[in-house]
């Protein structure tokens, strides 16, 4: 079985450009979901794809967008960085068929805006 | 904002002993997960628990949810320096139409050898 895996592992941007974060979901899975993670907190909910539509979101401006592809991988879009964008971005993915809200994450990718 | 809350923030036992940190929540669930994470890292699934369901046990790990106080405990028994990480309640997003997972801000639990 293979296990989520996201792209960049590190990236360091400035402020007010844009960054597009990559995941693979786990083998068989068809929803992802997206959190960001600032530091010494938990991980907050962005939003979540399925059958590549946004299947639901969290408390995030319009700037942070997202696609689901077929093979249910999925791209985290974030326009206009802000400084406290600077967080770990971490990609989980489940299959939903089974009603089960068990999420397999992935390692994250660090992102620093300056 | 965050449903589930950990308590305490961070834990530091020595090895061997038993670890209990404890999470609150605000609003009805119907499950409720406790996930790890090693040092900044991604988040590793440890165990579910239903809301009909008052106590669950996974190897080392028991899990106990009371959801008239809207809390749940996770015991970690003979503590082992490999248990080193934060661990977070999760609980279901109470946003509509979601299934993504709302978590606390974590327990950070040290093992001293």
């Known amino acids: 079985e293979t296990g989520v895996t996201q792209s960049p592992t590190h990236l360091i941007k400035t402020r007010g450009q844009q960054v597009t974060l990559r995941c693979s979901s786990q083998?068989?899975?068809?929803?992802v979901s997206w959190y960001q993670q600032a530091l010494g907190q938990g991980p907050q909910f962005i939003f979540q794809y399925y059958r590549e539509e946004e299947n639901g979101r969290g408390n995030f401006p319009p700037r942070f967008s997202g696609l689901q592809f077929p093979n249910y991988s999925s791209e985290l879009n974030v326009n206009a960085l802000e400084l406290d964008d600077s967080a770990l971005y971490l990609c989980?993915?489940?299959?939903?068929?089974?009603?089960?809200?068990?999420?397999?994450f992935g390692p994250g990718t660090r992102l620093t805006v300056l | 904002s965050q449903q589930g809350e950990e308590d305490p923030q961070a834990l530091s036992i020595q090895e061997g002993e038993n670890a209990t940190m404890n999470c609150s929540y605000k609003?009805?669930?119907?499950?409720l997960q406790w996930y790890r994470q090693n040092s900044g890292r991604g988040l590793v699934h440890l165990i579910l628990?239903?809301?009909?369901?008052r106590e669950k046990h996974s190897g080392r790990l028991r899990v106990t949810l009371d959801t008239s106080k809207k809390s749940s405990s996770l015991l970690i028994t003979a503590s082992r320096a490999a248990d080193t990480a934060s661990y977070f309640c999760a609980t279901p997003y109470s946003g509509g139409g979601a299934d993504g997972l709302t978590f606390g801000k974590g327990t950070h639990l040290i093992i001293q050898p």
């Open positions: 628990i239903r809301s009909n369901e």
């Open positions: 609003t009805s669930i119907n499950n």
């Open positions: 083998s068989g899975h068809n929803t």
């Open positions: 989980a993915s489940s299959l939903r068929a089974r009603n089960t809200d068990t999420q397999y």
